[in-house]
């Protein structure tokens, strides 16, 4: 069955430590996605691609990094994590053909930095 | 700059009674226009979308919405709410360019037995 996975759904760290938020789609699509959530609020992109080699900045000035090495795969890194990166991180993908397409999101990730 | 509002923050109705969820958006084109739904702990599921043609668009879970150019909006609707509705819901405007979402800060809604 095609679907969107994270992993992990929950995360606990302490300060400073290097973490990477694992994404992975099945559904075979160019385009995909990584958005912020803090609890009860909306969501902000903070990183985007296109395809294979292809990322961007999203809406939201964010410290962590993205890479699309497999069109499958879009792995979150962040390399010092900090409180302030206390939040839900949701990845999406969606087709690239033409126009906006839906956005299918997976589970996301809850981070808590101690 | 697009934007989407969603006025109300909280909502709490019946069970059995019926729902209205309002969207408003800002966008100097044709806008594309998403309702999601997020339970509790999940991510985000499509509840329906409009891009062209019949204003009032039918989704998923017996949603229902409405396009009003006129007024900017997009609001969602469901004529009697069961208790697994409790979630949040979030409106949303594409933007054709590029494929990104500009999301409202949703609507928690609530239901009592």
């Known amino acids: 069955e095609a679907d969107i996975y994270q992993t992990p759904r929950y995360l606990v760290i302490g300060t400073g430590k290097k973490i990477t938020l694992e994404c992975s789609q099945t559904m075979g699509h160019d385009k995909m996605y990584w958005y912020q959530q803090d609890p009860g609020m909306e969501l902000h992109l903070i990183h985007y691609s296109y395809g294979v080699n292809s990322t961007e900045k999203g809406d939201l000035s964010s410290e962590s990094t993205v890479s699309r090495i497999r069109t499958e795969h879009f792995p979150l890194t962040l390399e010092s994590a900090r409180p302030s990166h206390t939040s839900q991180y949701l990845c999406?993908?969606?087709?690239?053909?033409?126009?906006?397409?839906?956005?299918?999101f997976g589970p996301g990730t809850r981070l808590l930095v101690l | 700059a697009q934007s989407v509002t969603q006025p109300d923050i909280h909502i709490t109705v019946s069970e059995g009674a019926s729902l209205e969820l309002r969207c408003n958006y800002s966008y100097g084109a044709t806008p594309y226009l998403f309702w999601y739904v997020q339970s509790p702990g999940q991510g985000l599921q499509l509840l329906l979308k409009y891009f062209s043609g019949d204003t009032l668009v039918q989704g998923i879970k017996g949603f229902e919405a409405e396009f009003k150019r006129s007024q900017s909006s997009f609001n969602l609707r469901k004529p009697s709410v069961h208790w697994s509705d409790a979630a949040e819901y979030f409106c949303a405007v594409g933007r054709p360019a590029g494929n990104k979402l500009t999301f409202g800060g949703g609507t928690r809604v609530l239901v009592k037995p």
């Open positions: 999406a993908s969606s087709r690239g053909d033409r126009g906006p397409e839906t956005q299918y």
